[in-house]
């Protein structure tokens, strides 16, 4: 900024002293003493690269040589920590980190209303970085720099690997193109058939039940007439299937047109697909929004193969 560069006019020119460092596995730790600002105004790390700010007029320049073995971090495990203090949170410097070999920004801090910015480099490079200590807003004020090398002699984790297999995806199934349903849920039997149930809205007063049998490449309607398998068209609202070990399969919905937001009676199917009164096995619960089935007692220790709604 000009106005940066501005408050600096007739000021002797000054950086870091000393201006660069060299830290290493036998020497990890360095520091240096930033120059002094009178005034300093710099709000953008870019206004003030070292071939442009040569004489440190906009921000302070020191140069951190990282001397590592090129293979250092495939037997180590560590980082660099680079930190800046000064003594009044009513100023602040601003820290960003720049490697040299590339000029790519590695790193930055730019907080307010603190003491003290850090960047923490994870197994850097070797080689030289800048380290660009910007003054942000600074009043008679200057700053300290330190770069200290931690690791252990470890190297890094490896990623996990698995066995080939697990889940596996395929192409969507329509359950159905003409029974368009809002919040479908889906239930797996013991058996591994796939049960789906759906309501269509209040206004029309359904709801309905399919099931799969082969894997989930096709769907089939359970519901008799293909309607809701509650005889009384009351229903619409958010449904719910279960299934138990006996092959009785239970729904139940959300009545719509007689009270909204109640929930209806449970209906049973069974074998053959016939719609029963609500038997004592089961009981529903009325949430407001949603009705939901619970099975009791617990089930029994003989298991039958699978539930047999049968398709119309």
Known sequence: MLLGAA??????ARAATPPGATIA??????SWQGQFYAFG?????????????????????????INLSPTFWQTHTGSVTIT??????????????YRQSDGQQVGFSASGGTTSEQVALQSPMPGVYEVRT????VVASDYTGSAILTFTTSGPTNNPS?????????????????????????????????????????STAQGFVARSTDNGDSFHI?????LRPNAAPSGGGDTDIITDDKGNAYFADLEGLQTSGSRSPTTKATTG???SSPPPLESTIGSGSRSTTAQHPPPTTTRSSSPTAKFP
Do not use: K
């Open 25 to 30: 596995d036998t020497q990890p730790s360095t």
């Open 134 to 137: 910007v003054p942000f807003l």
């Open 222 to 226: 359970v519901s008799p007439a293909g």
């Open 273 to 275: 697909g016939r719609i």
């Open 84 to 97: 800046i203090q000064w003594a009044s949170s009513s100023n602040d410097f601003d820290l960003y980190i």
């Open 41 to 65: 105004v710099s709000a953008d790390s870019a206004q003030c690269p070292p071939a442009i700010d040569t004489m440190n007029l906009l921000c302070d320049h020191f140069y951190l040589n």
């Open 7 to 12: 408050s600096f006019l007739g000021l002797p």
């Open 162 to 202: 698995f066995p080939t297999g697990g889940i596996s995806f395929g192409a969507h199934t329509i359950v159905d193109p003409q029974r368009t349903e809002g919040e479908p849920l889906v239930h797996i039997d013991q058996a591994g058939n796939i049960w789906e149930t759906g309501p269509w809205g209040f």
